[in-house]
């Protein structure tokens, strides 16, 4: 069965600190792993995007890391600010019938 | 540019009705899909469409109709709701399934009692 696991579940950084989130998955075949920002009460926004052969991507302060051989990603967040709150949820989606496989999201608390 | 919008936001339905909710996009998206979200669990795929006239099944689809008459439009139907099916609803499009960003609505909180 696909599956997609997250950790950790909740973290909680000051201001200013990087933090860096972590996501798993044995969804096969594979065909893109994605990186969505949720806030409270929205729908998820895409932050990364990245294919097989792409190892890193990165959108402003946010760089993703894909190794597909180990089928790990990573997300990391520099100089975090305190509308980085919110919860960061790991997407694979499979090749072929493209079902996309969600993982259950890291919540991200930035305090001041 | 709206982008995708949901209607309605909210809503509360006794065991048995039914109802319908609408996603609309205007980013001309030849892909749409319907999720659900519940606490502690990931997004589920509902349904999705490939395009006008076209739908099929994703991961949790009992219980759940889907139309797509119009590219536009894609409408998530409940013929007797269960309280199984309290959630939180969100549409999505793209342009392509295979690798172009998925723009979400900003979902409808479903509470069926």
């Known amino acids: 069965k696909n599956q997609v696991e997250q950790s950790p579940q909740s973290l909680i950084i000051l201001e200013g600190k990087n933090c860096t989130l972590q996501?798993?998955?044995?969804?096969?075949?594979?065909?893109?792993l994605r990186w969505y920002k949720q806030d409270t009460g929205r729908g998820p926004v895409s932050l990364t995007i990245m294919t097989f052969s792409e190892n890193t991507k990165s959108n402003g302060r946010y760089t993703a890391t894909l190794d597909a051989d180990t089928k790990q990603s990573s997300l990391h967040i520099t100089a975090s600010q305190l509308s980085d709150s919110a919860s960061y949820i790991c997407?694979?989606?499979?090749?072929?019938?493209?079902?996309?496989?969600f993982g259950r999201g890291t919540s991200l608390i930035v305090h001041p | 540019n709206a982008g995708v919008t949901q209607t309605p936001k909210f809503r509360v339905l006794k065991t048995g009705q039914s109802m319908t909710l609408l996603c609309a996009q205007d980013?001309?998206?030849?892909?749409m899909y319907w999720y659900r979200q519940d606490p502690g669990m990931g997004l589920r795929l509902i349904h999705y469409s490939v395009g006008e006239g076209t739908t099929a099944k994703g991961e949790v689809p009992d219980g759940y109709n889907v139309s797509r008459l119009k590219k536009q439009n894609f409408l998530l139907g409940l013929e007797s709701a269960a309280p199984s099916q309290t959630s939180v609803y969100f549409c999505a499009s793209s342009n392509r399934v295979s690798t172009d960003t998925q723009y979400f609505g900003p979902g409808t909180r479903l509470t069926v009692l």
């Open positions: 980013m001309n998206h030849e892909y």
């Open positions: 996501c798993n998955y044995t969804v096969s075949p594979f065909s893109n």
């Open positions: 997407v694979v989606i499979s090749g072929g019938s493209y079902i996309p496989t």
